[in-house]
């Protein structure tokens, strides 16, 4: 795997087990034990009902596309190589919502609502991010 | 709520030209906006007993400077002054500072308040500052990692907007022609050029829906008010400015986290606002508001009840917001054509929003305009505020 200059995540404690998560190709995300709703990003209690005993489950990787944008411009200089990439937010079927990639598709085809399921990009030996493509 | 209604008012403003000025130092912008502050409210100097200096992103060292009460001892006021201490919120350090003065006036804490902001992101390297304004309100974990930046914020919104709207680029690119407008008309303007639809679309395109002449430009520039209580503005020499109404809302940190990317807070906090200053929509005489991008003007033209939804776009595009239309709207030019000073964006548009009141808008006063209305946002517009302004006592 060649060098990786882009910024990685830095986890936290309670964080941890979604990044192994997909490097397991899970994606994973949090459910309240006690008032049931699901939860990302990762907390260190529930912020609906405060309660600290949250489960990891394992979510279906389908949503649709909330919101988007084409970076073709004055991007952060890292990701100067990769213009134009899709920055999105999905909506996940749990009702939550995650920035992510958009990829294996065209970024002018793109669109609000469309379709979308997880695929993992191994980015480094400790890190992979879940981005998403359109269902066809 | 609104204990402080016909208690507080401000009695001065100043400003330093917004633009590239190297030479300028950040300390400087501040001095000057002070001084002429002061100045322009005729209060006695030694009356101040707190200054509020907000935040400043560019210059680490100054910004801790205006903590420690450097602006204390360059105004003469040391062992004179009371308290200095910051109020911060990014771009709605306008609302927040305001609103901040009026409890302290009202609760009798504080009698002659100075706020002031200064920044210089127009002077230093511009990759410099995208990469250093791509990580404020960016979370470092959950979207960084995917390229995401502060100059790609305002896109969020508009592609869900458009996409529930039906709002078209023309009708986005129009909210910048009416800022150039205006802007062409504020000697204190950056970017005094009109521009057309075509040439804002046809500009570089940035990050989809905007172009660079939808983004907004990086300033240095500095702007100072002073508030007090309406017993003590009675003799001064201006057209005291007395806040109203205030309402607002946190919607995320997180952009991606926001429930609602093409309405944020700002239904709820005109609501709140204008029950407070127990006025509606319809008595507006001037609608101040905070723009960053062209989406935000129309997403709050549309929590304040003046358009319906989806029909800020048309609004705008039709001329109603410019020089001369039914409402004028950020009659300075905002960020988008005054220049973007960091937190001073806003704070430069809420000084507009006085400035009008008090009748000191040269060519581009608007003519008995008795109440305006100023927004603000903060961090990757994370909070929607609605302050309103009148110059008759409640």
Redo the contacts between chains.
């Keep these: 795997m060649k060098e990786y200059k ?7 404690p309670w ?1 941890k087990p979604f990044w192994d998560g997909c490097k397991n190709r899970k994606l994973l995300i949090q459910q309240c034990i006690s008032c049931k709703k699901y939860i990302f ?1 990762p907390k260190l209690f529930c912020p609906f009902c405060l309660s600290p005993d949250l489960s990891w489950i394992e979510a279906t990787g389908k949503g649709k596309i ?12 890292e ?1 100067s190589a ?1 213009v134009p ?1 899709v ?1 999105a ?1 999905i909506e996940l079927e749990e009702g939550v ?5 958009i990829v294996d598709c065209k970024p002018d085809n793109v ?3 469309m379709d979308v399921e997880v695929i993992f990009e191994d980015i480094t030996e400790e890190f992979t ?1 879940p981005k998403f493509k359109p269902v066809i | 709520m609104g204990l402080f209604k016909g208690k507080v008012a401000v009695v001065g403003i100043g400003e330093v030209p917004s633009g590239k000025f190297p030479d300028r130092p950040c300390l400087q912008n501040a001095l000057e906006a002070c001084r002429e502050a002061i100045l322009d409210s005729g209060i006695e100097k030694n009356e101040i007993d707190t200054i509020i200096p907000t935040g400043t992103f560019f210059d680490r060292r100054y910004n801790t400077d205006m903590i420690f009460s450097k602006l204390v001892e360059e105004l003469g006021l040391l062992g004179k002054a009371h308290n200095n201490f910051q109020v911060f919120a990014g771009g709605s350090s306008s609302s927040t500072m305001l609103k901040t003065a009026c409890g302290l006036i009202n609760s009798g804490l504080a009698e002659v308040i100075l706020c002031v902001q200064s920044d210089k992101t127009g002077s230093a390297p511009v ?1 410099e500052m ?2 250093l304004f ?1 990580t404020f309100g960016v ?11 502060m ?2 914020t305002g ?3 508009a ?2 907007y458009m ?1 529930e709207t039906g709002t078209t680029p023309e009708q986005l690119a129009s909210v910048v022609v009416s800022m150039r407008k205006w802007a062409a008309l504020n000697p204190n303007a950056m970017l005094r050029r009109e521009l057309s639809v075509k040439e804002i679309l046809d500009a ?6 905007f172009t ?1 002449k939808e ?1 907004n430009v990086l300033a240095d520039g500095g702007a100072a008010f002073i508030v007090t209580s309406t017993e003590r503005a009675k003799d001064l020499r201006n057209q005291p400015v007395y806040p109203l109404g205030f309402g607002s809302r946190v919607c995320h940190y ?4 926001d429930m609602d ?1 093409t309405r944020l807070g700002f239904s709820e906090a005109s609501q709140e606002a204008y029950e407070m200053a127990g006025i509606g929509p319809e008595d507006i005489d001037i609608a101040e508001l905070y723009d960053g991008y062209p989406i935000f003007p129309l997403i709050t033209l549309e929590g304040l009840g003046i358009c319906g939804r989806g029909e800020a776009g048309a609004f705008v595009y039709e001329g109603n917001t410019w020089p001369g239309g039914k409402l004028p709207m950020t009659t300075n030019g905002g960020m988008l054509g005054q220049g973007h000073t960091a937190a001073g964006g806003g704070v430069a548009v809420l000084v507009e929003a006085i400035r009008q009141l008090m009748g000191k808008a040269g060519e581009r006063q608007v003519k008995d305009a008795k109440i305006a209305v100023e927004s603000s946002l903060g961090g990757t517009f994370m909070d929607s505020h609605i302050v309103i302004l009148g110059r008759e006592l409640p």
């Design positions: 882009k910024p990685l995540p830095k986890p936290t964080s990003y909330y919101t988007y944008t084409v970076v073709y411009a004055y991007q952060p200089t990701f990769d990439y920055v937010v919502k995650m920035m992510s990639n669109r609000c609502d991010f | 990759q995208i990469d791509a979370p470092d974990e959950w979207e960084t990692p995917y390229g995401f930046f100059g790609a896109s969020l919104n592609t869900r996409h570089k395109m940035v990050a989809t829906p660079t983004g997180s952009i991606s986290q990317l």
